[in-house]
């Protein structure tokens, strides 16, 4: 381990968790009020103003981080002072640290840390995120809070484990859990001229996947853990930039998912026919993590579209989903994925 | 790539840096945010009225249930993962290639089989069948 390794590492950290994934989270809050507002009819906010420049409304997220930033951050009567404290820490930083395996572009240079567990570790990572929404809804001794938090909860663990399932059919094609060498893998061509991405192999997992994942990011149409009009929530409590965590690492989680389907579904950098070994260099590979990057910002349009073109479900139907249907039909997915690559 | 635990230095740093992060923003919100705490703005939120009973009251059995299907499901889904990764090994193996596929039809038939069971024993069910008139509300 010497000096290069480290500042190399550093950068990465900085330029990919930081800011990459918390841009993208505070663009993608602007996005969401636009969009909202596009499929509203409406024009969306556009008044915050620096002499006069209103950017499109570019300027409220940091007119909103201004605000959280001076707020105070008061603790209610009975809370658990340290729990409380802590909530918001464990669902931002999940998200940030899954960003670690993923890669966005060819080789280990543009890779924090090429692990050959790299899914597993996203799992176990973006698991922990639960530990955000319980402990926050506990810890605020508020019978709301309470109520989002269990219900948050439990819908998470529900999707979690149909999430881990429908993925085993794309470990199963490509013989590894490592992203770098799925991504590898993608880029061959089936019958000679169908890049072999995971959408096209494993179709059915890639939906199952985006409804447990936006499940799991407790977005709308799944938003009954916070259901604003009826229980407010978690974070019902919270308030400054403890809530803004919690509200940014909704967005961040909505980036993680957009990377992490990009990877596994849509080839991660691989651009079709080109140079699918990633050993080019130059303008090819920049060109490579720009696909990278498009991709990742199309999942991100496709979650936000999702999310403002669908009504909420009711509690019911959230579990019926998640038992009865994407369960069932991951077990059927890996069972005929086996199959057809036996009888292959 | 150098040593095997490189990677592994760089997940340490990644998560460290990123609790920092987070941790410095919320050092400098009570560093910029004003303390002013009255006794009504610390009560919790109950829509304006006092919290009429305990605010950590006992809460559903379902969410336990819930929490032991996760528990069991979830383990056996790991225990497909290796099953998958090595499986294209395994169907090349002249030893284990006639097993691979049925072992693993075994294991999610039982699997299967035990969704069945609490499927069929009402236990997947969140909202139970509507009470009858006058019956206590669920």
């Known amino acids: 381990m010497d000096l290069t390794f480290l500042l190399l590492t550093l950068v990465k950290i900085v330029l990919i968790c930081f800011v990459f994934a918390m841009i993208m989270g505070a663009l993608l809050t602007w996005v969401e009020r636009k969009l909202s507002a596009a499929v509203h009819d409406r024009v969306g906010p556009n008044r915050a103003s620096i002499m006069g420049v209103t950017a499109m409304g570019l300027l409220h997220p940091i007119a909103d981080m201004i605000k959280a930033f001076t707020k105070e951050d008061f603790v209610p009567a009975g809370a658990n002072k340290a729990l409380f404290a802590l909530a918001p820490m464990l669902a931002m930083v999940p998200p940030l640290v899954v960003f670690a395996v993923v890669p966005f572009g060819p080789g280990p240079n543009f890779v924090i840390a090429p692990l050959d567990t790299g899914m597993l570790f996203i799992l176990a990572i973006g698991g922990l995120g639960i530990y955000g929404a319980a402990l926050g809804g506990w810890a605020s001794n508020n019978s709301f809070a309470l109520l989002g938090s269990l219900r948050a909860a439990a819908q998470m663990i529900s999707y979690e484990v149909s999430m881990g399932l429908n993925l085993v059919g794309i470990f199963l094609i490509f013989g590894t859990v490592s992203l770098s060498q799925i991504v590898l893998g993608q880029g061959e061509l089936l019958w000679g001229w169908l890049p072999m991405w995971g959408i096209v192999l494993q179709p059915v997992a890639f939906i199952l996947f985006l409804t447990a994942s936006m499940a799991e990011n407790k977005r709308a149409p799944f938003d009954l853990p916070e259901g604003e009009s009826e229980i407010l929530g978690y974070n019902l409590e919270y308030s400054s930039m403890r809530f803004a965590l919690f509200f940014l690492s909704e967005f961040v989680e909505i980036v993680v998912i957009a990377a992490v389907a990009a990877t596994l579904f849509f080839g991660g950098w691989q651009i079709p026919w080109v140079d699918p070994q990633g050993t080019a260099g130059g303008w090819i590979t920049a060109g490579q993590v720009a696909a990278f990057v498009g991709k990742v910002v199309f999942l991100c349009w496709v979650q936000m579209m999702i999310r403002w073109t669908l009504p909420r479900f009711r509690y019911d139907q959230v579990m019926t989903l998640g038992w009865k249907y994407l369960l069932p039909l991951s077990l059927a997915n890996i069972v005929v994925t086996a199959i057809v690559v036996a009888m292959l | ?138």
């Open chain 2, 1 to 138: 790539m150098g040593a095997d635990y490189l990677p592994y230095v760089a997940i340490v740093l990644t998560l460290v840096l990123s609790t920092g992060l987070v941790g410095a923003i919320l050092v400098m919100n009570s560093i910029l945010g004003p303390k002013v705490l009255t006794g009504a703005k610390s009560e919790s939120f109950e829509c304006g009225n006092l919290p009429a009973e305990p605010t950590r009251k006992r809460f559903s059995v379902k969410f336990y249930v819930v929490a032991i299907f996760f528990v069991v499901f979830d383990i056996e889904a790991i225990f497909l993962i290796p099953w998958a990764v090595s499986y294209r090994d395994l169907l090349n193996d002249p030893v284990y290639a006639s097993i691979a596929l049925a072992e693993v039809l075994l294991f999610v038939g039982v699997l299967a089989m035990g969704l069945w069971y609490v499927w069929r024993k009402g236990a997947l069910d969140w909202a139970f069948e509507r009470p009858a008139a006058g019956g206590e509300n669920e």
